[in-house]
């Protein structure tokens, strides 16, 4: 069952277009990546289906069209965006930034809290600490744990490896495929190791200068020899 489905999505800064009319689709429970070279807007799609730049076309979330809603709407409808930079609150701790993360909720969160300390136990051990004193790879930690404190059924991601060591990496991607697989959660990832990504992911769409160039299952994309000598240095 279809739970995003993008199409005709466009997006671009000032006079430059960046998205030109393309169409990615994610169904419940479904990992799908986004491959591209630098420059092919993969980040403009996150940040298009968030609502954090504008864009027009058609963006159907859990059968509503959500292009003109605003990103705080988009929030509180189930979406979480993880961005590129992890973009954490430097100033403020870790357990505030947790917080933070949960303010469209109405409900007792301490649980919340509690789980993502215990998924991400470096995090527990820095409760206290400001975030912007933290390692790469435990911003990106806090950057999820805090997303995830929305409890979004969709989680956009995009580069979480971006910067950080392969260890820490492998680390990210464990969790982020435990939350697919075992609690449902649907994830829209973009990633810049493709070899990874295309291990945990069920679909793949490749952007090329704003357009999608190819598509299909994850085991097709990786099998393209076209593709993999082009996008994936094989």
Not at 175 to 203: H, I, P, R, T, Y
């Amino acid at each position: 069952m279809s739970l995003l489905k993008a199409t005709g999505l466009r997006a671009s800064y000032g006079q430059v277009d960046v998205l030109l009319g393309i169409d990615i689709e994610v169904n419940e429970g479904e990992m799908v990546v986004v491959l591209g070279a630098n420059g092919a807007g993969k980040t403009t799609t996150m940040r298009a289906i968030s609502g954090t730049i504008p864009r027009s076309g058609s963006v159907m979330y859990d059968g509503h069209d959500i292009v003109s809603q605003s990103a705080e709407s988009i929030v509180r409808s189930g979406i979480a965006h993880v961005p590129q930079g992890r973009g954490t609150f430097s100033e403020l701790t870790v357990e505030e930034n947790l917080r933070i993360g949960a303010y469209v909720r109405k409900d007792s969160i301490e649980s919340d809290i509690e789980r993502w300390y215990k998924t991400f136990p470096r995090l527990e051990e820095r409760r206290g600490q400001r975030a912007g004193s933290l390692s790469g790879g435990e911003q990106q930690m806090l950057a999820i744990a805090r997303a995830l404190m929305s409890r979004p059924r969709l989680l956009l991601c995009d580069e979480p490896s971006l910067g950080l060591a392969p260890l820490i990496t492998q680390e990210l991607f464990a969790v982020l495929k435990s939350l697919n697989q075992q609690d449902g959660l649907s994830v829209l990832l973009v990633e810049q190791n493709a070899n990874l990504a295309l291990k945990v992911a069920s679909k793949v769409y490749l952007l090329e200068t704003g357009q999608v160039v190819a598509s299909g299952t994850a085991e097709a994309i990786a099998g393209d020899e076209r593709i993999r000598k082009a996008y994936l240095g094989g």
